[in-house]
DNA sequence: ACGAGCATGTAAGCAGTTACATGATTCA
DNA sequence: TGAATCATGTAACTGCTTACATGCTCGT
């Protein structure tokens, strides 16, 4: 149960609705922690019952109602106590990449779609990363940034999802060319 | 449950036990999938059952007897069903970045202890790696390997985990970089 | 004498997924 | 008229983790 810290960690970007996180998660959040719309929503109960979290209901008009979560003083003391302690290793589950490791027994075809697939998510994902970094910086340089932002937490991770995303993108081409290549080498013959 | 696929598939590289299956997804597999021994050994068992995969018992001297599993032709076609049908999007959990999300409540201190010790992991991981993709080369240069290979898929998987634990390593000291100048630049203040 | 490596599991419990449920508004 | 977005869940199930268990050999 660390996906509590994961939620916290997402709400230091400021407060949010349990439909806002998911699209947090969907982006930014992807590239540390993935979770289901419904553990969310499940968590974010948890955590509100545990006063880690405090619980704002906005009535809107043409529009369901929503609670807007934020960042309690226990929260935020929560996610320090987290970050001082030890950290589980990085569990990661890609079934492409599982697909790929089998390039030698499955045909290419399939293959190469998943890959091409992928690489345009990778595009799209890297996109809005972008979009969020320009935000995160507003107009900044790295070194004026780093001396008066409080924000330097999301802009690290940002980076790592940009660079995760690009180096994604660059993989699964060089990954089908060569797939591509064997075929050209093989198949022929 | 499709950490049958990502077992199926790690066998690829040749028969193995359930003991030394654990190496391979501390090394290699890790960059694709995650798994505790227990569950692997479970899943062994469970493969063995329904014919994916074959035990050959091995007695040893001066050390515990091991099953050594193989592919089934059963077991190289749910492979091949499995990456010619949908696959699930990646996921990923990884506290460390989930920590460095926080650099803006949390002490820098434990911060760049952890980042210094995820360096330094990835740092290790690269050169088993590196190890891994020149025996796999043998000596071939890309092109040549390519057309006289049988084990494109798992160089491709390597060149993958090679490329993430060298982005993990920079992005950790590049990390550790810029908590160090917050700290200079806002400390003596 | 002690820890690390080899080798394989069982059992209980928790975390995560899948399927299902509802309903209004906006845009094509 | 139908799909997409906003908004929040419940219930059943399964996959994964944690704790525990065993025992031999090799190197320091």
């Not at 929260?75 to 390039?103: H, I, K, M, S, Y």
């Not at 970094?133 to 940034?145: N, P």
Request: hydrophobic content about 40%.
């Amino acid at each position: 149960m660390s996906l509590r810290h994961a939620v916290l960690a997402a709400l230091i970007q400021g407060e949010a609705s349990g439909y806002e996180l998911t699209k947090r998660f969907d982006v930014g959040v992807a590239n540390f922690w993935h979770s289901r719309p419904q553990q969310l929503y499940a968590e974010l109960a948890r955590l509100h019952g545990e006063g880690l979290v405090r619980a704002v209901e906005v009535v809107q008009e043409s529009r369901p109602n929503k609670r807007l979560y934020s960042l309690t003083d226990t929260g935020t003391r929560a996610l320090v106590d987290f970050a001082a302690g030890p950290l589980r290793p990085t569990n990661l589950r890609d079934e492409l990449t599982v697909a790929v490791q089998c390039a030698d027994v499955v045909e290419p075809g399939a293959l190469l779609a998943h890959l091409g697939r992928r690489a345009d998510e990778a595009r799209e994902k890297l996109a809005a990363l972008r979009r969020t970094e320009t935000s995160i910086l507003s107009g900044r340089d790295e070194e004026e940034f780093v001396r008066t932002t409080g924000h330097l937490g999301p802009y690290l991770t940002c980076r790592r999802g940009i660079r995760y995303e690009a180096d994604t993108q660059e993989w699964c081409e060089w990954a089908a060319g060569l797939i591509r290549a064997k075929e050209r080498a093989t198949r022929p013959s």
